[in-house]
């Protein structure tokens, strides 16, 4: 019988027991200790990092058996060298025998871990060698005082790294024979959060394009507006959701509104950094711009013509797990003749992709103190000086007043117990991470943007 183990001296950085980052040391020792001699015939000490994804009756119809697609792929294998080889080695018996090993977390990838084909405005080679971070699996997330953190991340999806062990012997007295040797391993999971650095913005299609049918266009809006009107008997303001370019709402916009509402978010905010690897979490700030159009058949004096009050803002972060299942050779460019139709098809059954999202809420802030400001159509300059700029609605007639507010909305790291991963991509798992924010006027009314928002270490 021969006992094998390892022994992890690193403790790793950040606010998790062994967790480890870009450049960080992973030392250590395997540990064999045999109740006979043995002859080594070789033994392997790696580092070793997988990606697991799995859907379930992908593709099939409802009376289809149920069918499993697993794709597996490891982008990471490191060896331990020896200074001396320890194959032909006598380990003595009832003695422990020890072998060291140091590894490092690798800054990038090798090229050729990467077969995708890069067609996506999105993502890139250099973002696919960035070393992806542990998520999902039966790995828990531990915190120094044994708190377990909830991790987001489907069953679908598995980022694990692990060192391995492997040991090849024989007994001492048949070393010379031909007999197959017998085998002795073992492993050790250790979490990996990588640096990752702020990406650029991503390009998003305005969302008053109707020609637009990029799918981030669908997913992020950077702009809302929302026709409404005020209640006379609960002097309250309600909602009529009236969506923009409907061919009825401009016969009735003068006579049932009391006019239109305006959100836009002037630019993506910066990335949220910390998370994982430390408690010291750098916030980041979102810029709100509002302006209220009121409705033309309302007078500058009426009270229908001032802008609504503001309640409160909603913030909720979305973390959006999106697994592929890519065939082998799918992303290879290999040939292969037929028609183009059948290419078009055969590369849609290859690669196909699933997405899981989670809702974070964050606490809501209170807003009812903000004061609009009223302007006339001339001081649009002036406006624009003070980075209070947006379009008009499609309910303003020129000429008339309308009233700008501006919003500076901090965004910080959630405090609950999430384990939330830095924005990745890879082959077969990514993460991004979207912000919802939802200005309220009354119980009914309220405006809402989403923005794509990055996690960085």
Known sequence: MVNISINLKSTGSGSIPELYTTKDELVGEVLVTAAKDIHVDDLDISLIGDTQTHFDNFGASPIAPSMTFPTNKRFLHLRQPFKTNPRGTILKAAHPHSFAFNFVVPDRLLPSSCPCRHNNNNTSLEDHLLPPPTMGGAHRWKTHNRDTLDDPTPDMARVSYTIHAKLAYRKSSSSSTSTSPALAKTSRRICVVPDFPESPPLFLFSSSSSSSSSSSSSEYRLRHEKHIKQNPLLSSWSSIFNTRGSSSSSTTTTT????????????????????????????????????????????????????????????????????????????????????????????????????????????????????????????????????????????????GPYFLLRLQIPVEYPAGGKALVPTFRSCLVERTYRLDVAVTVSAFASVSVRVPVQLCT
């Open 256 to 399: 049932s509104t009391s006019g239109c509402l305006v959100l836009q978010a002037s630019q993506q905010p910066s990335a949220l950094r910390g998370g994982l690897r430390t408690k010291c979490r750098a916030p980041t700030t979102i810029t709100l711009l509002l302006r209220f159009d009121p409705a033309p058949s309302s007078s500058s004096s009426s009270p229908g013509a001032e802008p609504p009050p503001l309640k409160d803002v909603k913030r909720t972060l979305q973390a959006t797990t999106t697994v592929f299942r890519r065939a082998a050779g799918s992303a290879d460019g290999g040939g292969g003749g037929g028609g183009g139709g059948q290419q078009q098809e055969r590369e849609q059954e290859q690669e196909q992709e699933r997405s899981w999202s989670e809702a974070v809420a964050l606490p809501s802030l209170r807003v009812s103190g903000a004061r609009w400001r009223r302007c006339e159509e001339e001081e649009e300059a002036e406006a624009a000086e003070a980075g209070v700029v947006v379009a008009p609605s499609s309910a303003y007639v020129g000429g």
